[in-house]
Structures are given as structure tokens and as C-alpha cells.
């Protein structure tokens, strides 16, 4: 059974930092994109970073240069490094596997809480 | 950048009527590199939909996906109450990825 667990969530100060990781079991892990997308309260779902299964990276513009995502296939895992925090990156991240379908299996979500 | 619109934003209907949900692209796209997905409260997105016509593992067959180009439409048949949930599109190709911003389906 393919399964996808985050942490690293929490409260942190406008300008502070979180990593996020999500592990992941039930699959090759090496062989799949990873992709971490995050929902602020209410709102919709937007796309943060992807990696690739050979390390490629690509981010959104609103997390460019602050936000790096990285992988340790033999932890079966990945990370988010969220760094220079603003209120608006307050939200539920989730962790999702990507493939030719689509992000077909999600995790349950880590909260990240950015407020002074 | 690539933008998808979803329309309409709330869709009001019964048990057992038919939800006609549409998404546009701001340019064409790659329908092999389209999805869609379902969100009820609290609860992680599911995939319904990929490669814009495909049903995911387990997805009844009262959910359909048809479209190409920049015009994408999800139908679901015989509307059951566990159905009504918000719904999101989704173009994956690698560097151009992005959601659109949701239709909530309601009784």
C-alpha cells in the first residue's frame, strides 16, 4: 500500500524557517517525481515544488529562491526547506507522488503556521 | 504560465441529477498531461481523472473526463451525496504545473 507521511509542520515567525519531510513507503521511491503542493485555509490547491527522480528541480515563482526541495532515496524521502517565511505561505502542505496520472497518491498534510 | 479557470465556481444540485464541471486552459495544452480531483473537508485530494479522459483505481464509472486543446469538462452522472465536494483540474507537465482555483459542487 503506497502511503505518504509529512512532518516538519509548526509555528514560526514571519522570517524564520521550517523544513518540511515527507517519507514515503509502498513503492520504488526512486522512481518517481515527488511534488509538494500546499491549501491555505479555504482556498484552493497550489503547487510549490517538484522533484524529479534524478534530482531535477522546478519551483513556483512565489517560492522561488526562498523554498528548495531535495530527496535521500535511501531514506525514501524528501524535504522542503522553507526559508524567509512570510504570512502567506501560511497553509496545509502536502506531499504527493507524481507520475504519467497526474499527483495519483497524496499525503495527509502538515500545517505550517507563519504569524508573529 | 499556464492558467486554468474553472467554471462554474459553486454548482448547485440534487442526488441524482448530472454535474456538468468545466475547465479552461489560457493556451492549449497537452491532455495527456491533464487530471482532475476531488477534495471533500479535511481530507488530502483524490485523483478522479488523468490524461484527461482516464478513470484513477476505484473511481466509479458515473465519473467521466472528455476535452483537448484549452477545453476540459468533468461530468458526473447520478449525482450520490458523497459526491458533493469541491473539484480541481490540473495540468502536470513537468514546469508548467498549476491547479485551477476549484469548483465547490453543494446540494
Known amino acids: 500500500e503506497v502511503q505518504l507521511v509529512e512532518s516538519g509542520g509548526g509555528l514560526v515567525q514571519p522570517g524564520g524557517s521550517l523544513r518540511l519531510s515527507c517519507t514515503a513507503s509502498?513503492?520504488?521511491?526512486?522512481?518517481?517525481?515527488m511534488h509538494w503542493v500546499r491549501q491555505s485555509t479555504g482556498k484552493g490547491l497550489e503547487w510549490v515544488a517538484a522533484i524529479g527522480s534524478l534530482g531535477d528541480t522546478h519551483y513556483a515563482d512565489s517560492v522561488k529562491g526562498r523554498f528548495i526541495i531535495s530527496r535521500e532515496d535511501a531514506d525514501n524521502s524528501f524535504y522542503l526547506q522553507m526559508d524567509g517565511l512570510r504570512a502567506g505561505d501560511t497553509a496545509v502542505y502536502y506531499c504527493?507522488?507524481?507520475?504519467?496520472?497526474?499527483?495519483?497518491?497524496w499525503g495527509q498534510g502538515t500545517l505550517a503556521t507563519v504569524s508573529s | 504560465e499556464i492558467v486554468l479557470t474553472q467554471f462554474p465556481g459553486t454548482l448547485s444540485l440534487s442526488p441524482g441529477e448530472r454535474a456538468t464541471l468545466s475547465c479552461r486552459a489560457s493556451q492549449n495544452i497537452n491532455r495527456n498531461f491533464f487530471a482532475w480531483y476531488q477534495q471533500t473537508p479535511g481530507q488530502a485530494p483524490r485523483l478522479l481523472i488523468y490524461g484527461a479522459s482516464n478513470r484513477a483505481t476505484g473511481i466509479p464509472d458515473r465519473f467521466s473526463g472528455s476535452g483537448s486543446g484549452t477545453d476540459f469538462t468533468l461530468t458526473i452522472t447520478r449525482l450520490e451525496p458523497e459526491d458533493f465536494a469541491v473539484y480541481y483540474c490540473?495540468?502536470?507537465?513537468?514546469?508548467?504545473?498549476?491547479f485551477g482555483q476549484g469548483t465547490r459542487l453543494e446540494i
Open positions: 504527493a507522488r507524481a507520475s504519467y496520472a497526474g499527483n495519483d497518491f
Open positions: 490540473h495540468h502536470y507537465a513537468t514546469s508548467l504545473i498549476t
Open positions: 509502498g513503492f520504488t521511491f526512486s522512481s518517481y517525481d
